[in-house]
């Protein structure tokens, strides 16, 4: 969701520059059209090194109830399995028919969030007090990840450490909040965790939306997860638009991950290759 709401659509010219970023991999599968129904198109992206991969976008939205959906579902699954990944990860509102059809294509629920939309950040005085993180305090952020986010939630999206795109909010001498950051030509994109125990949660929120008040007429988005759903009311107090809520889906890749990184170990064989299942056609972007 991040990139869609930084970068644009589909066809949006970031979007197709970040198809050609050497450090991600991604697959597209297509299913042709049948009983009535058009083609249908999934794109799953992969980050060498990192856990789970992710489904990009899959169009038409009406392409759910398309009979070839558990086909390309498996053909993005299976890819992602033998890069290496351990997961695939999507985002699909609750509200929508997909939730179900993905349901039955292997996807499990491991959470919820809401996307919070400010078009224009309050202004704050105490927007000093969010700092990017030095090299020393990443095992004071990783605590309190491990100790805030759930264990399911963990299993899917683990800890990311040495990144430069996040902020951390200090109380007291201690970090008790930090934001991890998404920037694009559409908008800002903010995940932060803040600790229950924060003094005037609605000032630290208020001080990190005021970070990006001086950057060009650009939204920004802030991700309520569900086990931070007391940030909600105070998102709305500071005059945020919610959108609806959406389920955090994941279908577990273990046993494919390892199959297929022996698979190309034997083989000697590198990403760089074209999958192929029945009925569908599928075509491969990978570079490493």
Same mark, same amino acid.
């Given at each position: 969701?991040?990139?869609?709401?930084?970068?644009?659509?589909?066809?949006?010219?970031?979007?197709?520059?970040?198809?050609?970023?050497?450090?991600?991999? =991604?697959?597209?599968?297509?299913?042709?059209?049948? #009983?009535?129904?058009? $083609?249908?198109?999934?794109?799953?992206?992969?980050?060498?090194?990192? +856990?789970?991969?992710?489904?990009?976008?899959?169009?038409?939205?009406?392409?759910?109830?398309?009979?070839?959906?558990? *086909? &390309?579902?498996?053909? @993005?699954?299976?890819?992602?399995?033998?890069?290496?990944?351990?997961?695939?990860?999507?985002?699909?509102?609750?509200?929508?028919?997909?939730?179900?059809?993905?349901?039955?294509?292997?996807?499990?629920?491991?959470?919820?969030?809401?996307?919070? #939309?400010?078009?224009?950040?309050? *202004?704050?005085?105490?927007?000093?007090?969010?700092?990017?993180?030095?090299?020393?305090?990443?095992?004071?952020?990783? $605590?309190?990840?491990?100790?805030? !986010?759930?264990?399911?939630?963990?299993?899917?999206?683990?800890?990311?450490?040495?990144?430069?795109?996040?902020?951390?909010?200090?109380?007291?001498?201690?970090?008790?909040?930090?934001?991890? @950051?998404?920037?694009?030509?559409?908008? !800002?994109?903010?995940?932060?965790?803040?600790?229950?125990?924060? #003094?005037?949660?609605?000032? *630290?929120?208020?001080?990190?939306?005021?970070?990006?008040?001086?950057?060009?007429?650009?939204?920004?988005? !802030?991700?309520?997860?569900?086990?931070?759903?007391? &940030?909600?009311?105070?998102?709305?107090?500071?005059?945020?638009?919610? =959108?609806? +809520?959406?389920?955090?889906?994941?279908?577990? &890749?273990?046993?494919?991950?390892?199959?297929?990184?022996?698979?190309?170990?034997?083989?000697?064989?590198?990403?760089?290759?074209?999958?192929?299942?029945?009925?569908?056609? =599928?075509?491969?972007?990978? #570079?490493?």
């Amino acid at each position: 969701m991040g990139l869609l709401l930084t970068r644009g659509g589909v066809l949006a010219p970031l979007s197709v520059l970040a198809s050609l970023d050497p450090l991600r991999g =991604s697959f597209t599968a297509v299913c042709p059209s049948q #009983k009535g129904f058009p $083609s249908l198109i999934g794109r799953m992206v992969y980050t060498p090194g990192e +856990r789970s991969a992710h489904l990009a976008f899959l169009l038409p939205v009406s392409g759910v109830e398309h009979p070839g959906l558990p *086909a &390309l579902m498996e053909s @993005l699954a299976a890819t992602a399995g033998a890069w290496g990944a351990l997961n695939l990860l999507a985002e699909v509102e609750e509200t929508q028919p997909a939730l179900e059809a993905f349901r039955r294509s292997g996807f499990a629920v491991y959470g919820w969030q809401s996307i919070w #939309k400010f078009d224009s950040p309050p *202004a704050s005085r105490r927007s000093g007090e969010w700092r990017p993180p030095l090299p020393t305090e990443e095992n004071a952020v990783r $605590s309190l990840y491990q100790l805030l !986010v759930p264990p399911l939630v963990q299993a899917a999206e683990p800890f990311a450490g040495h990144t430069g795109e996040r902020l951390v909010y200090r109380q007291g001498g201690e970090i008790l909040a930090y934001a991890d @950051l998404l920037y694009g030509p559409e908008g !800002v994109f903010i995940q932060p965790l803040l600790h229950p125990g924060l #003094k005037q949660p609605e000032e *630290a929120l208020q001080a990190l939306l005021g970070c990006f008040i001086s950057l060009p007429a650009r939204p920004v988005y !802030v991700a309520a997860r569900s086990y931070q759903a007391w &940030l909600e009311p105070v998102l709305n107090r500071l005059g945020g638009y919610v =959108s609806p +809520r959406q389920a955090l889906l994941v279908r577990h &890749l273990v046993a494919t991950a390892r199959v297929g990184v022996l698979a190309r170990q034997i083989a000697g064989e590198s990403f760089n290759h074209e999958a192929t299942v029945p009925m569908i056609q =599928s075509s491969t972007i990978y #570079k490493n």
